[in-house]
Nanobody, 121 residues
Framework: QVQLVESGGGLAQAGGSLRLSCSAS????????KGWYRQAPGKLRELVAE???????NYADSVKGRFTISRDNAKNTVYLQTNSLKPEDTAVYYC???????????????WGQGTQVTVSS
């Protein structure tokens, strides 16, 4: 019923850029892509960027000024533009969505499969 398809990861040099995308699809009442997270080996998954309930955006301090989250409502796709990449940005990046089948149903969290971002010095 819900599918998240991520793409755009790969290898980049320090200072380079990558554009990640997350496309959501399904027949649920509501599918909302909330944001991007990342997880490096041996570390906890952390928030990178998200859309707030007020319709604004929120970024981790470590990526402020370098990353930009945006969406294309017509395509139901959320993007993460990553600029000025640093080696410490190396991680698997995941998009997160919430899903509600019908009004009154609980909300469930769905994660994309993840896309690897590797930044070399």
């Amino acid at each position: 019923q819900v599918q998240l398809v991520e793409s755009g990861g790969g290898l980049a040099q320090a200072g380079g850029s990558l554009r990640l995308s997350c496309s959501a699809s399904g027949s649920a009442l509501s599918i909302n892509v909330k944001g991007w997270y990342r997880q490096a080996p041996g570390k906890l998954r952390e928030l990178v960027a998200e859309f707030t309930s007020a319709g604004s955006t929120n970024y981790a301090d470590s990526v402020k000024g370098r990353f930009t989250i945006s969406r294309d409502n017509a395509k139901n796709t959320v993007y993460l533009q990553t600029n000025s990449l640093k080696p410490e940005d190396t991680a698997v990046y995941y998009c997160k969505a919430i899903y509600q089948r019908r009004l009154g149903d609980p909300w469930y969290t769905y994660w994309g499969q993840g896309t690897q971002v590797t930044v070399s010095s």
